[in-house]
């Protein structure tokens, strides 16, 4: 079975990922809590630390030498006034949401070359739009996926480099969305884990000619306008 590597499998759309692909795949699970799944190989690791990361990437590579696809998923989020943010919050945001795609994309380029593989980063359509007190994030996603076309042009012809914008997905399983958010979105609800599953899936057999792409899966909201 071939080797998927998913940063934050241990909750929302990286459990979903893993739960589902694990059925084809051998999946590693990166992520600094622990949540056991039958057939997936958790790697402890604090993604907004450069040396732990390091460290957890050498010991990966000591257990597997083939990899065939990287999917960045991890991410943090907060959502605080301009006046009330800190560097120190927006340096660990991009650490962990920016800099640690860099370095897992970096280190596993070569086996990636070699599997003729795929590297999928999780992106938002925070990187096309924001709410106000989410610079952070919002900047962070938006160079993921400037990161994913850089990425694709330097691994090209080898490695395919895409990217998933997802919109709002409900990853809260004790939120039922209101007749309000469901109508917010041209399909007529909102999003689930598997919305994201799907767009993978069909990446990962995805044969060379899409690269370099961002593919944006919001139901439709961010092209239904809305006047107040």
Same mark, same amino acid.
């Given at each position: 079975?071939?080797?998927? $590597?998913?940063?934050?499998?241990?909750?929302?759309?990286? !459990?979903?990922?893993?739960?589902?692909?694990?059925?084809?795949?051998? #999946?590693? &699970? $990166?992520?600094? #809590?622990?949540?056991?799944?039958?057939?997936?190989?958790?790697?402890?690791?604090?993604?907004?630390?450069?040396?732990?990361?390091?460290?957890? /990437?050498?010991?990966?590579?000591?257990?597997?030498? %083939?990899?065939?696809?990287?999917?960045?998923?991890?991410?943090?989020?907060?959502? /605080?006034?301009? =006046? =009330?943010?800190?560097?120190?919050?927006?340096?660990?945001?991009?650490?962990? &949401?920016?800099?640690?795609?860099?370095?897992?994309?970096?280190?596993?380029?070569?086996?990636? %070359?070699?599997?003729?593989?795929?590297?999928?980063? /999780?992106?938002?359509?925070?990187?096309?739009?924001? =709410?106000?007190?989410?610079?952070?994030?919002?900047?962070?996603?938006?160079?993921?996926?400037?990161?994913?076309?850089?990425?694709?042009?330097?691994?090209?012809?080898?490695?395919?480099?895409?990217?998933?914008?997802?919109?709002?997905? &409900?990853?809260?399983?004790?939120? %039922?969305?209101?007749?309000?958010?469901?109508?917010?979105?041209?399909?007529?609800?909102?999003?689930?884990?598997?919305?994201?599953?799907?767009?993978?899936?069909?990446?990962? %057999? &995805?044969?060379?000619?899409?690269?370099? =792409?961002?593919?944006?899966?919001?139901?439709?909201?961010?092209? !239904?306008?809305?006047?107040?």
């Amino acid at each position: 079975m071939k080797t998927i $590597i998913i940063t934050g499998a241990s909750n929302g759309i990286g !459990k979903a990922l893993a739960k589902k692909l694990r059925k084809k795949y051998q #999946i590693i &699970n $990166i992520d600094i #809590i622990e949540k056991k799944m039958d057939r997936v190989k958790f790697y402890k690791c604090d993604l907004s630390s450069k040396e732990q990361l390091l460290k957890t /990437i050498e010991k990966i590579k000591k257990d597997r030498n %083939k990899i065939y696809a990287l999917i960045n998923n991890a991410a943090i989020f907060n959502h /605080i006034s301009l =006046e =009330e943010q800190t560097i120190e919050e927006w340096e660990k945001i991009i650490s962990v &949401n920016l800099t640690a795609p860099y370095i897992l994309s970096k280190e596993f380029a070569p086996l990636l %070359k070699e599997s003729k593989g795929h590297i999928i980063n /999780i992106s938002s359509t925070r990187a096309l739009m924001s =709410e106000s007190g989410t610079e952070a994030y919002s900047s962070s996603k938006g160079a993921i996926s400037s990161l994913t076309h850089a990425l694709a042009v330097s691994l090209a012809p080898n490695v395919k480099v895409n990217s998933i914008s997802p919109g709002w997905i &409900n990853t809260d399983v004790n939120y %039922k969305p209101t007749t309000s958010d469901n109508e917010q979105h041209l399909s007529g609800r909102v999003g689930i884990p598997f919305d994201i599953v799907d767009v993978v899936k069909f990446l990962l %057999k &995805n044969r060379g000619f899409i690269t370099g =792409e961002n593919i944006v899966v919001d139901g439709g909201m961010t092209k !239904k306008m809305i006047y107040v």
